[in-house]
């Protein structure tokens, strides 16, 4: 594709997609959200969209009670679509799924009750899942062991950096009060490990809505979710969930910064628009060309004659 502005191709691509809380037998999750439909729905517009992401990150909560099925089912409906993508999948452990059915349906391993603690590398850049749950619990602790191993993998920088993926945001939930809870604890002990690394980024979910912070001077994107979201407008309520504004993100790793894209889920009615069957006229033009026929207010494309 032509290079249209002054920022090459990225480097790396990844989708960031979390909280999906898949139930057994595709029950849907309190009584009327279509979980697998949504999660579906999410993956159609990945696969009609032309991206095509070396990754799927998946943040945790895959599952919402850790029932065998969810898991099975799960599986079934992403690796399909992954290997048609050419995508590795990348599991998160999240707070409300639970490690031994986690390690043996995801990862066909004997089942666990240990941290679920994996690297991939993907072309030069490494991606770590990080399992910051507590069994038994919903906020979220690291281990001192952990910890170790992280800053034993991090003393050697990757090729193209790194980027951690975890359940639970290191960032402050200041739209929603009642999940600082369920916050991730001890936060201090994770900075003081990965500052001054070679990560570049943190994927999180948990909080059911998109936001960005940084962390240890590292950028934090937390990513909504498939299942349902939290309305933070909500009058007098601690916490609404609502089966509106799903959304995934996509990841693009350039040679010095990180672009974080979100990309609402669901069927949307076009206002306006133009038919890629222009790419070749604007392809062919002069990069002289294109800037008076597409930014100059005058133009005949802008004042509609084209």
Known sequence: MTQLGQYPAAAHVI?????????ARSAPLFGSVDTDENLAQALKQLERSGIRPEALVFTGDLADLGEPDAYTRLRGIVEPVAER??????????????RPQYSELLFDAA?????????????GLR????????PGYHHGELTDGQLEWLAD???????????????HPPIPTPLLWAMEMLELRGQDRLAAVISGTDVRGILAGHLHYSTHSTFAGVPVSVAAATCYTLDLTAQDRL????????????????????????VPVG????????SSEHRATIEAMTPEQRLEMFSNKQSKFNLGDA
Do not use: C, K
């Open 15 to 23: 989708a960031h997609i979390s909280d999906t809380h898949f139930l």
């Open 85 to 98: 993508l050419g995508a590795r999948v990348v599991w998160v452990m999240g707070n409300h799924d639970e």
């Open 111 to 123: 089942p666990t009750e240990a941290p679920q603690d994996r690297v991939y590398d993907l072309d």
């Open 127 to 134: 991606l770590i899942s990080f399992d910051s749950t507590v």
């Open 153 to 167: 993998l991090l003393a050697t920088p990757a090729p193209h950096g790194t980027i951690l993926a975890m359940h």
């Open 239 to 262: 916490l609404s969930g609502v089966d509106a504004g799903q959304s995934i993100n996509i990841v693009h790793v350039y040679e010095d910064q990180i672009v974080h894209s979100i």
């Open 267 to 274: 069927d949307t009615t076009e206002v306006t628009g133009f």
